[in-house]
Each structure stands twice: as C-alpha cells, then as structure tokens.
C-alpha cells in the first residue's frame, strides 16, 4: 500500500538529478544569507538610534515589510543604494539639524546582477521650489538641480514610492536586502518592519573592525568584481553592485568554513 512517505520518496526518486541539486543548493543558499543576517542583527550597533532602531519600532511610519510566503518563492537578494542630498530641517523641536532626501536609487539583483530599478528620484514633492535650501553633494555623486529637471523633462523622474513598490513586489519571506550601511538607505526611502531584524545583511556591519570601514575598500579587497559594471564612486547602480560583490564575498568566505572539517 502506498503511504505518504512512500509516494514523497517516488517523487524525489523521479526528480531529475539536476533540479534535486538545485533544491539543495537553494536551502543551502537560504541557510548562509541566514547566518550573515543574523550576524548583522547581532552587531552592537545595528539596534542602535543611528541605524536601524527607528526601523523597527512599532509606530514606524512608512511601508513596513514583513516575512509573509509567497508560493514558488526563491531566495533571492536585493542590493539597495541610495545617493542623497541634505536639507535643513525647519520645524522648532529640530531647527538646525538636518535630514537626508534622495536623488536617485538602484535596486539589484544580487544573486544574478540584474538591475531590477534605477533611476534619478523627486527629493521631495516641492523640491524645485526648495533648490536654494538643498545642499546638493553634487560634488560628490555628480547630480544637481538641472540634472533633476533634464531627467523629469524626459519624465524618466522617480519617487519614492517608485522604488517602494519595486521592493514590495520583489519582497517574500525569502527575500533579502543587501547594502553598505544600508539603514540609511532604508530611511530615506521609508522603508521599515520588524522583519528588518531577519533579513538585512549590512556589509558595514559584517566587516566592522574597530571602526566602519568604506565600500570602496571592501570592494578593493573582493575577488568578486566580474558583476561589476564600470562607474564612479557614489553611482547609486555601481555602488548596489559592490554591495552584492562583497556579500558575494561572504558567501564563499562562509561556505569555504563550513566545508572545514
């Protein structure tokens, strides 16, 4: 009589060999992106108010993502850059501080390299007006102004909730996020939840040694550059790349232990 058991051990027996070692592969995969999270969410720092405690918090106000299957998920990463500029924040409790606003973002793949979202962002809704209270940083990531106003010309300007809904389409129980101090990206974005604690893997905090080292010299040090597409520092789309590589990185460094005897 034919059981249960009986009939899951046929349907493995007839499994092609291949897609058996897939089926391996992909909880072997689960299992290390696991660990590497757990290591971030244990980092003294990652809870911390500068990171990603205001993330987690129960009135967080923003699209809060939580671990909910999907069927025929697969494990998949998503590397997440974000580049920014500073605006002086007006209201009384915070007058002279300032907070971060975005003008541009990458979301990639980082088990495949596929470029999933890239784009120039609307810092704000009424940013063209506010061009005098921005600090934009062009120095640094080359966007400006006229960059903003050619790219919405164009009507190829995002927002943030462009970039919401990519990640909220993309996101499952099986989804990690990748990225090189990521919680500010997150922030800017809005983006949050409880299930951050479980499915962030910060290259910041997986390399920290007595202090936060750069992306640029993490990426210096990786064997894993044949992903990488040629761009500058502070690229949004270059910059989610090395992000991917270096967890990449940690990913063979992981399994390369494990196979120790």
Not at 6 to 20: F, M
Not at 63 to 79: D, E, F, M, T, Y
Not at 128 to 156: Q, V
Not at 227 to 243: E, V
Request: hydrophobic share 35%; with cysteine.
């Amino acid at each position: 009589m034919e059981t249960p058991s009986s009939r899951k051990r046929k349907s493995l027996e007839e499994t092609p060999p291949r897609r058996r070692r897939c089926g391996e592969m992909e909880m072997r995969l689960c299992v290390e992106l696991g660990c590497l999270a757990a290591t971030t969410a244990r980092h003294p720092k990652f809870a911390s108010k500068e990171l990603y405690g205001p993330l987690l918090r129960d009135d967080f106000e923003g699209l809060r993502l939580s671990a909910q299957p999907r069927r025929g998920s697969r494990a998949k990463v998503l590397s997440i850059d974000v580049e920014m500029v500073d605006v002086e924040m007006v209201d009384e409790d915070s007058r002279g501080r300032r907070r971060q606003l975005p003008v541009s973002a990458a979301v990639v793949r980082g088990d495949t390299g596929e470029v999933v979202y890239s784009s120039f962002l609307a810092p704000c809704d009424d940013w063209e007006a506010r061009d005098d209270d921005l600090d934009w940083k062009t120095d640094i990531h080359g966007i400006s102004a006229t960059t903003l106003r050619e790219a919405s010309n164009r009507g190829e300007l995002g927002t943030i909730r462009d970039v919401q809904r990519v990640i909220e389409a993309e996101w499952d129980d099986l989804t990690f996020l990748c990225g090189h101090r990521l919680s500010g990206d997150l922030k800017v974005l809005q983006i949050g939840g409880t299930a951050l604690a479980r499915r962030v893997v910060d290259t910041m905090l997986l390399r920290w040694n007595r202090g936060a080292p750069s992306l640029k010299s993490l990426v210096a040090g990786t064997g894993n550059k044949k992903n990488l597409l040629p761009g500058r520092d502070h690229d949004a789309t270059a910059d989610a790349q090395k992000a991917a590589a270096v967890l990449d990185d940690d990913l063979d460094a992981l399994l390369a232990s494990l196979a120790e005897p």
